[in-house]
């Protein structure tokens, strides 16, 4: 049980475009996700709690208005981030579970703005 | 501020080895603590562990928590190539919010 797919695995994009990234829940309901950051060679750094229905809440220092989430249903939350620049290159990870089965991760995504 | 520290940040053994990762934390209200293994890509969940005292076991792989310590080790066991990777530990508070902590991790290197 919860299993969790995140899509595309790698995306390229110029800068000043936006990237959506897409975390599903496949076989449970998840009222609340998490988006994460990883820079290279250091833990996962929480931007984002993403609550069905209703805002995000953001951890400090993130920008709401560069990276906007969307929680419009109990099996989906996206993360956009807009207007990208070379310095949001980074691999971006969503996690969803529960307490019984623990909490999993997508498979991540790697973003690198050109 | 909930606090998570892994140690060591790094380990290097023989294939073989057995090695113990430790993990110990400060958390307001404790809910569970949760160990994870990364490898190229994202986290692929281990064990989670609520109780004081209780092994979890898979395979070679084993943890237990002591809340009087406020800390967790995770031991492998007759380690293989394939256990390299980076161990990740991470807590949960009890009030309602999900949001995990995480430690830096340690980094395990088995040589062949």
């Known amino acids: 049980g919860a299993v969790v797919s995140q899509h595309p695995s790698r995306v390229i994009c110029k800068s000043g475009t936006s990237v959506k990234i897409e975390c599903r829940s496949l076989?449970?309901?998840?009222?609340?996700m998490f988006w994460y950051r990883q820079f290279p060679k250091q833990s996962l750094m929480l931007m984002a709690t993403?609550?069905?229905?209703?805002?995000?809440?953001?951890e400090q220092g993130v920008e709401k208005d560069k990276f906007l989430i969307n929680h419009a249903s109990l099996t989906l939350s996206t993360l956009t981030v807009t207007s990208a620049h070379p310095e949001d290159s980074s691999f971006y990870i969503c996690?969803?579970?529960?307490?019984?089965?623990?909490?999993?991760f997508g498979s991540g995504t790697r973003l690198t703005v050109v | 501020e909930d606090k998570v520290v892994q140690s060591p940040l790094s380990l290097v053994v023989h294939e073989g080895d057995t090695v113990t990762l430790n993990c110990s934390y400060e958390v307001t209200n404790f809910r569970s603590l949760l160990w994870y293994k990364q490898e190229k890509k994202a986290p692929t969940f281990l064990f989670m562990l609520t109780s004081s005292g209780i092994e979890k076991k898979s395979g070679r792989l084993s943890s237990i928590l002591d809340k009087k310590e406020l800390s967790s080790i995770l031991n492998i066991t007759a380690t293989q190539t394939g256990d390299s990777a980076i161990y990740l530990c991470a807590v949960r508070p009890n009030f309602g919010n999900e949001k995990l902590t995480f430690g830096t991790g340690t980094r395990l290197t088995i040589i062949p």
């Open positions: 076989d449970f309901q998840a009222t609340t």
């Open positions: 996690s969803a579970g529960t307490e019984d089965y623990g909490y999993t």
């Open positions: 993403s609550n069905e229905g209703s805002k995000a809440t953001y």
